[in-house]
């Protein structure tokens, strides 16, 4: 008896030490949906950190600005990382979207491109500017152009909510067209269908164009317009995607953010 009670007490203990070393090695999964570039590269980058943390981290990748979105109301993914916080404002106002912003990871610093013209003070009167159909946007690149003196918009509007409707100076005449797809304003550029395009940088990068180095105007780094982690509300408090979110402030993985990208990407912690 004293010899099977001697057995049963080992067994127990080697399923007790099965189930703590089970416990320990567990990892949890997080599939987070993000534009291919920076935010995939920069999720893609601090995976072996999130795996020692006990996270395994699956990035799926969208092209527009619509799907992320979707696919995390859907429950295909646990979170997302592409949307400004106006545009992430706007499509839950639109579509009653659940969500949290999380945390403020980065600003990509929006670019006015000219194949023609290589200087502010030569835009000619009458110059095409192409801008993208995304309202959420459009107080972001008249901001660029009220920094560089080239038109005013009525006093007391917030950036993130003027339209061309409230330009109220505009010596230079320019004609702002809003009708093209944000996917398709790196085409515009390149078959030179306006003097001057405004574009995000995540597609500017794709076509490699440096927002710093190669655009006439860029925004400057006070805007609003920061890049976010959102999740649905009532994953917020999910530890796993806070997790991600803290090793996304870390300095290490900032400093990186700042050199592989030139300054063109500017990381920040809110």
């Given amino acids: 008896m004293k010899k099977l009670s001697l057995t049963i007490v080992i067994l127990s203990a080697i399923i007790f030490l099965a189930a703590c070393g089970s ?37 799926v990748k969208f092209d527009d600005y619509v799907l992320p979105n979707k696919a995390l109301a859907d429950g295909e993914i646990d979170a997302n990382y592409f949307s400004t916080v106006p545009y992430f404002n706007l499509q839950k106002k639109e579509n009653g979207y659940k969500f949290s912003n999380i945390g403020a990871i980065h600003l990509e610093p929006m670019g006015i491109y000219s194949h023609n013209i290589k200087k502010v003070s030569a835009i000619p009167d009458g110059a095409k500017v192409i801008v993208s159909n995304v309202p959420s946007e459009w107080g972001r690149v008249l901001n660029i152009f009220v920094k560089n003196k080239l038109i005013k918009i009525k006093a007391g509007v917030a950036i993130d909510k003027a339209t061309f409707d409230d330009i109220t100076e505009n ?8 009708s093209v797809d944000p996917t398709l304003l790196t085409s515009a550029y390149e078959n030179n269908e306006g003097d001057l395009v405004a574009i995000n940088s995540n597609f500017a990068y794709e076509k490699g164009l440096n927002p710093v180095k190669d655009s006439l105007m ?39 953010i700042e050199k592989e990208w030139g300054g063109s990407v500017v990381p920040v912690n809110e």
């Fill in 23 to 59: 416990d320990s090695a567990k990892v949890d999964k997080i599939k987070i949906g993000a534009s291919p570039t920076p935010h995939a590269e920069i999720l893609e980058h601090i995976k072996p950190e999130l795996k020692k943390k006990g996270i395994d981290l699956e990035v």
């Fill in 171 to 178: 010596p230079n005449k320019l004609v702002f067209e809003h």
């Fill in 218 to 256: 860029i925004e400057q780094n006070d805007s609003p317009y920061v890049n976010i982690v959102a999740t649905k509300t009532s994953d917020k408090s999910n530890k796993d995607i806070k997790k991600i979110v803290e090793v996304l402030h870390e300095p290490k993985v900032q400093k990186w």
